[in-house]
């Protein structure tokens, strides 16, 4: 049984275990406890200040718990530091745009995949396709992916804020993460841009564990296997998008009980 157990545990690429924050006074989450499997696609909803962003800090590092414990593939990572996460593979995209502004899509594109290619150390000189063709070659392949491909030389600053928005998701997507978490990719964004993206996320490899904290509930259960919801400072309900579009009390917590 212990065995049986521990295998269960082994397969999870995401356990978060009690996990709590305080700022202050304030307990903003309480008794957070859940698991997300390899591969899985987890939405988490929940009304404006529900602690979603808080509880995708602490995953990713930027923030330290106040208590609980979150394992990355069976190793506790709790205090493991934001930089050293990344490196193992666990990857998050910003709700504020990151982008370096005053360089082009390809050459925002081109410092990430440097990383990844081993190649830091021709950051400062000019580089070109003809010395660096698999990195080229692997830049031109993201931004066709993305639908980028025709902005490749165009300042981000340039671009419209949906298109910003697509360039941050592909650099998250450039590092090869295995677990990407996703802080409300479509804010902001025009209906068209929203299907676009949804669409782009659909076709993400299924083997690439996505975590996504999103408002458009169209986002969510076009692309969830599964769906957390945030209240009060704990995960409220968990199940699939079927159960979750179903339960009145998802749709009271956001409505209230006499509806919109
Ligand atoms: N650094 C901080 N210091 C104090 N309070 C904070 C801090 N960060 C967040 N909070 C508070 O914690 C609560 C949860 O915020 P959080 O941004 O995690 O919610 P959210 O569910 O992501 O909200 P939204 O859907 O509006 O983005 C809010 O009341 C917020 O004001």
Not at 99 to 114: G, P
Not at 115 to 133: C, D, E, I, N, S
Not at 225 to 240: A, K, M, P, Q, T
Request: glycine content about 8%; overall charge neutral.
């Amino acid at each position: 049984m212990r065995n049986e157990e521990h295998s269960i545990v082994a397969d999870h690429a995401l356990r978060v275990e009690g996990i709590g924050k305080r700022f202050g006074g304030l307990e903003i989450l309480k008794d957070i406890t859940f698991a997300v499997q390899p591969g899985e696609r987890r939405a988490f909803i929940g009304p404006n200040g529900a602690g979603k962003s808080t509880l995708f800090n602490m995953i990713a590092g930027d923030l330290a718990a106040s208590s609980g414990d979150i394992y990355y593939f069976n190793e506790n990572i709790s205090r493991v530091p934001n930089h050293q996460r990344v490196r193992k593979g666990m990857v998050r995209t910003f709700q504020k745009s990151n982008l370096l502004q005053e360089l082009t899509v390809l050459d925002n594109l081109l410092l990430v995949l440097q990383v990844k290619f081993g190649l830091h150390h021709v950051w400062f000189r000019k580089r070109t396709a003809q010395q660096f063709p698999e990195l080229y070659s692997r830049a031109e392949q993201l931004l066709d992916t993305w639908g980028l491909a025709d902005r490749k030389d165009t300042v981000v600053k340039k671009l419209s804020y949906g298109e910003q928005r697509q360039v941050e998701i592909m650099l998250g997507i450039a590092t090869e993460p295995k677990v990407l978490l996703l802080d409300e990719p479509t804010a902001g964004m025009s209906n068209t841009e929203t299907q676009h993206i949804l669409k782009l996320l659909q076709n993400m490899p299924r083997d690439l564990t996505l975590l996504i904290i999103e408002h458009d509930m169209e986002v969510v259960f076009g692309l969830a296997d599964r769906i957390s919801v945030l209240y009060n400072g704990n995960i409220f309900l968990e199940g699939d998008p079927q159960m979750i579009k179903t339960d009145l009390r998802v749709y009271e917590i956001y409505f209230g009980k006499e509806g919109a």
